[in-house]
């Protein structure tokens, strides 16, 4: 019983330092999303020179995308004009980190861990970019079915409201509601597995049984790249695991290539861009996590990474009741988050023939189609207003819980199935029909 309670103790401690630097980061990425120009983004990124890939790069920073969440978003960019250069620099930089990751990282790692993540991620997603621009031929014309829709930097065709009180209300909507739904999952599975890991591996066990930062870097890559992990998420097991004698530049790659790459998004990359695009999107990410993980070991004092400075840091900057009541409001977040994201449906409608999810929508819609691979509300909303375009479509309303789309109209399904699969998901047919 004694390993439950340290097991409980240690998942505590870690929601409660990162849980003020989250609530934050959740505020600057809702007021990023009302006030930050979204729309028209891609006029940015449509030249085939430098200043394109640095946009792009620039753009993706801050933006808190997930992984899964950033391929509608650069497969829109990508088919509204922008380069695979530019497009590249963006599906690289963006997941990596973002204002609610970064505010995260300082709240565990540290303020090396937080100035190292932004300029990594900009860094590797410019060289991405760059070498596109080099090795690959552009798109020489724009598929004509995306040319009618302008895609945001969120892969959502949500107009950004102009009453003030509007787009405040959108501040909280977004920051504090449909962000917590992106990550819900990932952050909870990644705090889980860091207290996991705090209580099942002993003290210094990178350091006595592997014992070499380039040995360390090549297993922590080899388990992130096909691994799905938000970039917020992967903070509390990166923390741990430098406490086991990880090393900073081996942490480093968690943090770079686990949010950066998973199966999903190596497989829609492969068939949107081309083989040329994957093989140099995945040789920048990797490049570029070995090449800034050796330099950490190598260049940075260690002393910026010990656990010392970093308990210190954490213990003497936030009062005890800050950190109880962030704790308290980000449980309750994680609570509504899951119960909209899984349960709600369930509640109020139960299960339909064959095991599919009912959901309020279905019953009024007239066609029912199935889609893999959407995976969350950027996801959601790139679908549903994509479809709403395509002609004799009067309306459009995903299901993520069963990955269904209830269509509304006199609708040609070559168009649908043509419209899913150019923004990267799989259309798998008609399910039902009323």
């Given at each position: 019983?004694?390993?439950?309670t340290v097991f409980f103790s240690e998942f505590y401690y870690l929601v409660s330092e990162m849980a003020p630097?989250?609530?934050?980061?959740?505020?600057?990425?809702?007021?990023?999303?009302?006030?930050?120009?979204?729309?028209?983004?891609?006029?940015?990124?449509?030249?085939?020179?430098?200043?394109?890939?640095?946009?792009a790069a620039l753009f993706g920073v801050p933006m808190p995308l997930c992984s899964c969440g950033v391929i509608?978003?650069?497969?829109?960019?990508?088919?509204?004009?922008?380069?695979?250069?530019?497009?590249?620099?963006?599906?690289?930089?963006?997941?990596?980190?973002?204002?609610?990751?970064?505010?995260?990282?300082?709240?565990?790692?540290?303020?090396?861990?937080?100035?190292?993540?932004?300029?990594?991620?900009?860094?590797?997603?410019?060289?991405?970019?760059?070498?596109?621009?080099?090795?690959?031929?552009?798109?020489?014309?724009?598929?004509?079915?995306?040319?009618?829709?302008?895609?945001?930097?969120?892969?959502?065709?949500?107009?950004?409201?102009?009453?003030?009180?509007?787009?405040?209300?959108?501040?909280?909507?977004?920051?504090?509601?449909?962000?917590?739904?992106?990550?819900?999952?990932?952050?909870?599975?990644?705090?889980?597995?860091?207290?996991?890991?705090?209580?099942?591996?002993?003290?210094?066990?990178?350091?006595?049984?592997?014992?070499?930062?380039?040995?360390?870097?090549?297993?922590?890559?080899?388990?992130?790249?096909?691994?799905?992990?938000?970039?917020?998420?992967?903070?509390?097991?990166?923390?741990?695991?430098?406490?086991?004698?990880?090393?900073?530049?081996?942490?480093?790659?968690?943090?770079?290539?686990?949010?950066?790459?998973?199966?999903?998004?190596?497989?829609?990359?492969?068939?949107?861009?081309?083989?040329?695009?994957?093989?140099?999107?995945?040789?920048?990410?990797?490049?570029?996590?070995?090449?800034?993980?050796?330099?950490?070991?190598?260049?940075?004092?260690?002393?910026?990474?010990?656990?010392?400075?970093?308990?210190?840091?954490?213990?003497?900057?936030?009062?005890?009741?800050?950190?109880?009541?962030?704790?308290?409001?980000?449980?309750?977040?994680?609570?509504?988050?899951?119960?909209?994201?899984?349960?709600?449906?369930?509640?109020?409608?139960?299960f339909g023939k064959n095991g599919v999810l009912k959901s309020d929508t279905n019953l009024k819609m007239n066609?029912?189609?199935?889609?893999?691979?959407?995976?969350?509300?950027?996801?959601?909303?790139?679908?549903?207003?994509?479809?709403?375009?395509?002609?004799?479509?009067?309306?459009?309303?995903?299901?993520?819980?069963?990955?269904?789309?209830?269509?509304?109209?006199?609708?040609?399904?070559?168009?649908?199935?043509?419209?899913?699969?150019?923004?990267?998901?799989?259309?798998?047919?008609?399910?039902?029909?009323?």
């Amino acid at each position: 019983m004694n390993w439950i309670t340290v097991f409980f103790s240690e998942f505590y401690y870690l929601v409660s330092e990162m849980a003020p630097y989250l609530l934050l980061g959740f505020l600057f990425a809702g007021l990023l999303k009302a006030f930050f120009p979204q729309k028209g983004i891609s006029k940015f990124l449509g030249r085939k020179n430098f200043r394109s890939v640095a946009n792009a790069a620039l753009f993706g920073v801050p933006m808190p995308l997930c992984s899964c969440g950033v391929i509608p978003t650069g497969v829109s960019l990508y088919k509204s004009g922008a380069t695979k250069g530019a497009t590249t620099s963006f599906l690289i930089s963006t997941p990596q980190t973002g204002v609610d990751s970064i505010m995260a990282t300082y709240s565990l790692l540290g303020l090396p861990f937080a100035i190292l993540r932004p300029v990594v991620a900009f860094v590797s997603g410019i060289i991405g970019g760059v070498l596109s621009h080099v090795f690959e031929k552009d798109q020489s014309d724009l598929d004509n079915s995306a040319q009618n829709s302008t895609s945001s930097g969120n892969g959502s065709e949500e107009s950004i409201p102009q009453n003030g009180w509007s787009k405040i209300g959108l501040v909280f909507r977004y920051g504090f509601g449909e962000l917590v739904e992106d990550i819900v999952k990932w952050m909870v599975i990644g705090l889980l597995a860091a207290a996991f890991i705090s209580v099942m591996i002993p003290d210094s066990f990178f350091s006595q049984y592997i014992g070499s930062g380039f040995i360390e870097m090549i297993i922590v890559l080899a388990a992130s790249i096909p691994m799905y992990i938000c970039a917020t998420g992967s903070i509390p097991m990166a923390a741990v695991l430098l406490m086991k004698g990880l090393s900073p530049g081996a942490a480093l790659v968690l943090l770079m290539a686990g949010p950066a790459t998973n199966i999903a998004t190596i497989t829609v990359i492969g068939k949107v861009m081309g083989r040329k695009s994957l093989l140099i999107y995945l040789f920048s990410i990797i490049g570029g996590a070995l090449g800034f993980g050796l330099l950490v070991n190598a260049i940075l004092p260690s002393s910026w990474f010990s656990l010392a400075s970093i308990a210190g840091h954490q213990h003497s900057i936030l009062p005890v009741w800050l950190k109880l009541s962030s704790t308290i409001l980000l449980a309750v977040m994680i609570l509504l988050a899951s119960y909209r994201k899984w349960f709600r449906h369930w509640f109020l409608h139960g299960f339909g023939k064959n095991g599919v999810l009912k959901s309020d929508t279905n019953l009024k819609m007239n066609t029912i189609i199935k889609v893999d691979g959407m995976t969350c509300s950027h996801c959601k909303a790139n679908v549903e207003s994509k479809l709403a375009n395509v002609q004799g479509v009067n309306e459009a309303i995903v299901n993520l819980q069963d990955g269904t789309v209830s269509i509304e109209g006199d609708i040609d399904f070559e168009d649908v199935d043509h419209t899913v699969t150019g923004l990267g998901y799989k259309y798998k047919g008609i399910i039902n029909q009323q």
